[in-house]
């Protein structure tokens, strides 16, 4: 099946550095991959949608310059937090969603990255 | 269910018991439904899918059923295990070809 690689998993950071988070499709080529955000006893919310080889469309309310999403082959796709604050600690979560037929719909997951700014 | 602030909506059932998970989606132009199991510190899990043109759906212990008329969305988890104890979550979606997620329902199951 369908798997999508999440790293780090765990990543801990000093206030006013940026952070890199890393999507990879492993076995299918993902089209759009999706950037989600989900605080402690909440709902995933989507940040971002990106296309390969395109810019990234964020939702309303996040910042593209502070949450820079590059997409650029069809199999990775990385989210960096620059100038992280305490507040951007949260569960990050990305999705990927290939190409045609019976994957058209199939949203894979990756297992999420716990960061935690000091 | 629906979230309410920070505190997730728990059902607690006893194992072996039937666990029905509701959810009330938003967009009548939603064409797709799925229904997803998160463990603590991890990335949301597939169970079980719907397409718009389906009432129900069936897979192994679990079962999706999709009311359009009232915009209701229901899992069903047979003989429910200790396992199964996560949080729950619809998914649906939308015209804009991506994933809007309800606010999830913990389940938690007695042994």
């Known amino acids: 099946g369908a798997v999508v690689s999440q790293h780090p998993s765990r990543v801990i950071c000093k206030s006013g550095t940026s952070v890199k988070i890393e999507c990879r499709s492993l076995?299918?080529?993902?089209?759009?991959m999706f950037w989600y955000r989900q605080f402690p006893k909440q709902s995933l919310m989507l940040m971002a949608t990106s296309n390969e080889g395109s810019k990234a469309t964020y939702e309303q309310g996040v910042e593209k310059d502070k949450f820079l999403i590059n997409h650029a082959s069809l199999t990775l796709s990385t989210l960096t937090v620059t100038s992280a604050h305490p507040e951007d600690s949260s569960f990050y979560i990305c999705?990927?969603?290939?190409?045609?037929?019976?994957?058209?719909?199939?949203?894979?997951f990756g297992s999420g990255t716990r960061l935690t700014v000091v | 269910g629906e979230s309410v602030g920070l505190h997730l909506p728990t059902l607690s059932v006893q194992e072996g018991d039937n666990s029905i998970i509701n959810c009330a989606y938003s967009n009548s132009a939603s064409d797709y439904f799925i229904w997803y199991k998160q463990e603590s510190g991890k990335g949301p899990q597939f169970i079980i899918d719907i397409r718009s043109n389906m009432d129900k759906r069936q897979g192994q212990r679990v079962t999706v059923l999709l009311n359009k008329t009232v915009k209701h969305l229901s899992l069903q988890i047979a003989a429910t295990q200790p396992g199964d104890s996560a949080v729950y979550f619809c998914a649906e979606n939308n015209a804009g070809n991506m994933l809007t997620f309800g606010g999830g329902t913990r389940l938690m199951v007695k042994p």
């Open positions: 076995d299918f080529q993902a089209t759009t």
């Open positions: 999705s990927a969603r290939g190409t045609g037929g019976l994957m058209s719909y199939g949203y894979t």
